[in-house]
């Protein structure tokens, strides 16, 4: 896919892994529709980006009328949508039992809710928009969607139940969901992020930032939001990646605590 003239829906887009993707489509020609909740976030991104290049829509990733109008919101303003990026995402720290009792249930439905009913959510509806598009190579290609996932679904810590479960989910829908979406020329792949340096990460003492550096085999260090963007550019541009998770994550596995 040459994505110059093309149309991304990013969530999360305004910070973190979202806004790195963001930043990267646009410089590659692209028009971006970040899905957030954080408007002062997402106006600092169109003032970098531009307002011709980048346009908001408040979207609560996991509420079905939400993603739907906004969707069409997008499909009306750039005339068309060929990308996917689901980066919104929660976590929170429980363990199923411990000394606080059970996890409680409702904090565990709404991580599972945002992360991968949204996920869902929005990649269903950006399908159905994409199925709508002229074919821009021969192979009869028309879109791609981009989930994001966590190396905690394969290797989840303590206290990572909910997340693990959550991202595990967005891993095990990648196959099927390409599947069901072959025949309209629309692929599905999964990237599986290690620990990267999101704001997140800004708060932490110096000491426990070299710790989680330490605990990466190669390159020793945090992964960056422009390499997770880069290789999104590479799963929308080449048109014979589908159906698959990359881990990306400098060969991190991630120990119980």
Not at 31 to 53: H, P, R, T
Not at 172 to 199: C, E, F, K, Q
Request: net charge negative.
């Amino acid at each position: 896919m040459d994505l110059q003239g093309k149309v991304a829906i990013v969530t999360g887009g305004a910070s973190g892994l979202g806004r790195g993707t963001a930043e990267a489509y646009v410089a590659k020609g692209a028009k971006v529709a970040i899905f957030d909740m954080n408007e002062d976030n997402a106006k600092e991104v169109i003032d970098q980006l531009g307002a011709d290049n980048v346009a908001f829509w408040k979207v609560n990733v996991a509420d079905e009328d939400s993603v739907k109008d906004a969707v069409a919101g997008v499909v009306e303003k750039f005339g068309a949508l060929h990308i996917c990026n689901n980066f919104a995402g929660i976590g929170n720290a429980c363990k199923t039992f411990g000394k606080k009792g059970v996890f409680p249930l409702d904090q565990y439905q709404f991580v599972i809710n945002v992360n991968l009913v949204g996920t869902f959510n929005v990649s269903r509806f950006a399908a159905e928009a994409m199925s709508k598009n002229e074919a821009f190579n021969a192979d009869g290609g028309r879109g791609v969607i981009i989930n994001t996932a966590s190396v905690a679904g394969y290797e989840g810590q303590v206290g990572q139940v909910a997340y693990s479960a959550s991202k595990g989910g967005v891993i095990g829908m990648t196959v099927p969901m390409a599947r069901d979406l072959a025949s309209y020329g629309i692929r599905v792949n999964t990237i599986v992020p290690g620990l990267i340096h999101t704001p997140l990460f800004e708060a932490l003492p110096e000491q426990a930032y070299q710790s989680l550096e330490s605990s990466v085999c190669y390159p020793p260090r945090l992964g960056q939001p422009s390499e997770i963007a880069h290789l999104s550019v590479f799963i929308a541009e080449n048109d014979y990646l589908n159906a698959e998770c990359i881990r990306l994550d400098g060969a991190i596995r991630m120990q119980p605590r």
